[in-house]
């Protein structure tokens, strides 16, 4: 009796133990321990460590192969060096450094909750991701705009719209979001230190500024640019549908279709593929954009955060879908024939 006593007794100990291992393992962890004010860093699992550290370098390394090839198509085949590829060639830049820089760092932030980078480049992060994002979204207003003036403008468009005239609108779309930006980080960072007293250290989130910037900021970066792009693709739309009718009409009567009526059938082919681009990308914008101006910090906006993020690696697979010119391109760079003399005078529409 005595012994098994004994027995029952060692057993109760190894349990307690155990009990308060795991105790001592489910304590609360900080960001930085040594730091009063230190956020909550959340616990997970290795496992869980690998498996999002593999998929967000693969989602990231997809995304920059990806736009490389639609940079390295449109600068180096001549053909390609059309307003309205120039546009599109710098949204791809735009989603190459997105896939590049933002989306490493959002990725480390979101898999170890905590701010590791400090305050500085936190606040140069929240700069880039801006710059990124609000560049992105002005090209894609530059492409709605493009569009309408060659499908409802035909014959002004090749003199109003130059590869010049886009590359300058270009810039100044760059330089928009770059000043926009900081003013809006600046405004923020006086915001937080005035009134926020609630902030722990270890996170790197921009936080909610004053009612005259949120509304500025509704109508500069939502309100305006949205209702823009819908009301030129409702005309792009009408407009192309009357002249695939008269398109149509001419070929059945066995009348011969001129080439500006074959051209005017290749821009409107364009503006369907461009209006894909353009309704994907206002898709994951117009969810992330509602729930931000909320104010609310949740797992949802997690999720629609990073739908931003991975719409940057689908423009070049709708660019695949719909323009045979790319998957052309793609085949000459992965051949590496683009290293022979004069390719990039190769006519890139024609080719076989």
Not at 26 to 31: K, R, S, V
Not at 210 to 236: E, G, H, K, M
Not at 239 to 264: F, H, P, Y
């Amino acid at each position: 009796m005595k012994g098994q006593k004994e027995e029952q007794n060692k057993l109760l100990t190894g349990e307690d133990s155990l009990m308060a291992y795991e105790t001592e393992d489910q304590e609360t962890q900080y960001c930085f321990p040594d730091i009063n004010s230190s956020c909550v860093k959340e616990q997970r699992s290795i496992q869980e460590y690998i498996i999002m550290y593999v998929f967000f370098s693969l989602l990231s390394a997809w995304t920059v192969f990806l736009n490389l090839l639609v940079i390295i198509s449109i600068s180096h085949f001549k053909k390609l060096h059309t307003p309205t590829n120039m546009i599109i060639l710098s949204l791809a830049m735009a989603d190459l450094f997105t896939g590049l820089t933002v989306m490493p760092v959002e990725a480390i932030k979101l898999i170890e909750t905590c701010w590791y980078f400090g305050e500085k480049f936190c606040d140069i992060f929240m700069i880039i991701v801006g710059l990124f994002g609000s560049t992105s979204f002005s090209n894609i207003v530059l492409i709605s705009v493009d569009r309408y003036l060659a499908v409802c403008h035909p014959l002004i468009y090749p003199h109003k719209f130059t590869r010049s005239k886009a590359l300058i609108s270009i810039c100044v779309c760059w330089l928009f979001a770059l000043i926009y930006n900081l003013g809006f980080l600046l405004t923020g960072k006086y915001f937080q230190s005035s009134e926020r007293t609630d902030m722990c250290y270890g996170k790197c989130n921009l936080v909610i500024i004053s009612s005259s910037w949120a509304f500025t900021d509704l109508f500069v970066s939502f309100l305006l640019p949205c209702t823009l792009i819908l009301i030129l693709y409702l005309r792009i739309f009408y407009v192309a549908q009357q002249q695939v009718k008269v398109i149509n009409s001419l070929m059945k009567g066995g009348k011969c279709v001129k080439e500006g009526l074959v051209k005017r059938k290749s821009e409107n082919k364009a503006a369907f593929t461009l209006g894909i681009v353009v309704t994907v990308y206002l898709l994951c914008f117009i969810p992330y954009y509602i729930l931000s101006v909320t104010g609310v910090c949740s797992a949802t906006m997690t999720y629609l955060l990073w739908t931003l993020y991975v719409n940057c690696g689908l423009n070049p697979l709708i660019y695949a879908l719909f323009y045979r010119w790319f998957k052309i391109s793609v085949k000459h760079i992965l051949t590496l024939k683009i290293l022979q003399p004069a390719s990039s005078l190769l006519d890139i529409f024609t080719d076989k």
